[in-house]
């Protein structure tokens, strides 16, 4: 019952995030005013390319900007680098800022936030930027999941099997964004539905750690069930 609760609240948070992607569902302002019309933007216009480089070995803790999110490198691969044994001149990536893995063999790049650490490393591959005038996360939540750079990526293909997603391209990108008010408030719930959740994911764990724990104790005789006649 736990699981299907977590799947019904994962499907309620993707049904109601497209239709606030698209604009299909508006906030208003808090005196009951509508915000501005939603309009058409040139992305590079809102993002800022970060240059900075690694300059000694292991300056930083590595980082893997994965489809599942951003890790410790250490730690997604269970204790394990895979980077190179010379990390200088990896991209530095700020408390804060984007990345993402500039190639794709099936059309899906995945655009992180570093929130795990102060300064991390990527391996140049990532490019690294931050935003202007635009919200974090509503901008990371349009790009992984709204349906125009599902579509720019796809008109990117070309011959082969890898598309290749170069921050240069990325800039000429053109999405329809609302107001920065409005974008807060679309990131503010969702980020409330993410931590719902969460905190549903934390109690099936510990419904499986009970679980867990009950069962073992029967299988060794310490719990015992006794049959009523």
């Known amino acids: 019952k736990q699981e ?19 604009g299909e569902v508006r906030f208003k302002k808090e005196n009951g005013e509508d915000y501005p019309r939603w309009n058409m933007v ?5 993002l800022v390319k970060h240059n900075e480089k690694s300059e000694v070995n292991n300056q930083y803790p590595v980082l893997t900007s994965s489809r599942r999110g951003i890790f410790l490198q250490s ?24 990345t993402y893995r500039h190639m794709s063999d099936d059309l899906v790049f995945k655009f992180n936030i570093n929130d795990i650490v102060d300064k991390g490393i990527v391996s140049t591959l990532y490019p690294v930027f931050t935003v202007k005038n ?20 796809l008109a990117q293909k070309q011959g082969g099997s890898r598309t290749y997603m170069y921050f240069s391209k990325l800039e000429t990108l053109k999405i329809y964004i609302p107001c920065l008010e409005e974008q807060e408030r679309i990131s503010e719930f969702l980020k409330l539905v993410d931590k719902e959740i969460e905190l549903l994911q934390k109690e099936l764990e510990a419904l499986k750690l009970q679980k867990k724990g009950l069962m073992q104790r029967l299988l060794t005789g310490e719990v015992r069930v006794r049959i009523s006649e």
């Open 75 to 98: 730690e997604y691969y269970t204790g394990n680098d895979v980077a190179s044994d010379d990390t200088t001149g990896y991209n530095v990536v700020p408390r804060g800022y984007f």
């Open 4 to 22: 299907q609760l977590i799947g019904k609240k994962k499907e309620f948070k993707k049904g109601l995030m497209q239709r606030l992607l698209n």
């Open 42 to 46: 040139r992305l590079g216009d809102y």
């Open 134 to 153: 635009m919200d974090s996360y509503f901008l990371r939540t349009k790009l992984n999941e709204g349906n125009e750079f599902k579509r720019f990526a």
